[in-house]
Structures are given as C-alpha cells and as structure tokens.
C-alpha cells in the first residue's frame, strides 16, 4: 500500500501536518531519545488509529520525507491539518471526532474546507485499519469526502499557499489530485484483492458497487 496511507511521516512522528520543520526535528529527538532508552512512544497522536511501529530508521525516514517540499505535499495531502488548533481533533472515538469534523465542514470556508478534508482521511485510515461491514462504511464516506475535496478550490488554494512551488502551476495540481485517485484506487485494489483471496464474493460485490 502508498505510504502515504500505510506509513505516513506525519502520523509515524505524531504531528499534524501543518507542523513546522522546527517542531518535526524537535519530535524526532524525542523520538531518538525514547527508542534508546527502550521505552515506546509509538502513538498514532490519536487513540482510535493503531499506533504505528516506530525505530530509528523508521523516524529518520519520516523526518526526510518532511524535509523537501516535493515529498511533504503528499504527505499532507494524506494527513491532518489542525490549522493551530482551529478545527477540533481531540477525542478517544473515532465517530466523536468525525461528528466534529462534520459539524465544521463548511465547503465555503478555509477552516470547512481543511475540516472536510480530515474527515476524508481519518475515514480512510480507519477503513483501511477496519475489517468486515464497517470498513465498507468506512470506505463509502471516505470516498465521498474525498470527492469533495477535491473538487473544493478552497481546499487546493489552502495547500497551494503552504507550498509555493505549486502557486500557478495547474499542472502541478493536477497530478496531485490524480495522485490522490491513484493512491485510493490502489488501496480499494487491495480490499478487492484481499476478498477475492478469502473467497468473500459478497464483500467483493459491496466493494465494487
């Protein structure tokens, strides 16, 4: 799977994706700091997500994904923004945050836009990390969110101003929202895949249609 999806440098390191390049390197000596010590520090930064496994390559990898603008725009594009601290993400429950999220997604406004756009990933790291009917559910409104977002200026306009390279380049933007077709195709692919192995020829059909 994309790691963008799987891995991403932002979740493995416990940061939104809005974080200074100041505050990943000081996560990362936390990090360090923990992994030689022997104590865990893996949390995903929210308790409904699995923690992702962490160790010293693991961190650096992250950090120098984070470090040039041509691979951090995908990371954030596959992860949260909490715009510091204007949309809502505490909370144990994933539903519970999603209702926030929800009640915030003005598609008309910067804070709606980036709210509509967690939502989309949060539902796509938990049908990912889901099994059964509910990782069908899951996939539904995270593909419906998706489609949103990607059609909501405001949103793109949001991420054009974090990276200049991308200011007046439609091309550019346009490969990134195919990018985001291809990486969630390819992790539906897998669903498909793992079903047909599983012989689960109902799940295949629900994940189709």
């Not at 932002?10 to 990943?24: G, N, T």
């Not at 990090?31 to 520090?41: F, H, P, V």
Request: aromatic fraction near 8%; proline fraction near 3%.
């Amino acid at each position: 799977m994309n790691p963008a999806l799987r891995s991403n440098a932002f979740r493995c390191l416990s940061l939104s994706a809005d974080v200074e390049l100041k505050d990943v390197y000081r996560r990362q000596k936390r990090l360090e700091i923990a992994l030689e010590m022997g104590e865990s520090d893996s949390s995903s930064g929210f308790d409904f997500l699995p923690p992702s496994p962490l160790s010293r390559e693991s961190v650096l990898e992250a950090v120098h994904r984070l470090e040039k603008d041509s691979t951090r725009v995908g990371e954030e594009l596959f992860w949260i923004h909490d715009l510091q601290g204007k949309v809502r993400l505490d909370g144990a429950n994933g539903d519970a945050v999603l209702a926030a999220l929800r009640t915030q997604s003005d598609p008309n406004t910067a804070q709606g836009a980036i709210a509509q756009h967690n939502a989309a990933v949060i539902l796509t790291c938990l049908a990912i990390e889901s099994v059964g009917g509910k990782c069908l559910d899951y996939w539904k409104d995270a593909l419906k969110y998706w489609n949103s977002t990607n059609q909501n200026p405001i949103f793109w306009q949001f991420l054009e101003d974090r990276f200049p390279s991308l200011e007046n380049d439609s091309a550019a933007l346009t490969q990134l929202k195919k990018e985001v077709g291809t990486v969630l195709a390819e992790a539906v692919g897998e669903e498909i895949w793992k079903s047909i192995r599983e012989r689960d020829f109902r799940r295949i059909a629900s994940i189709t249609t």
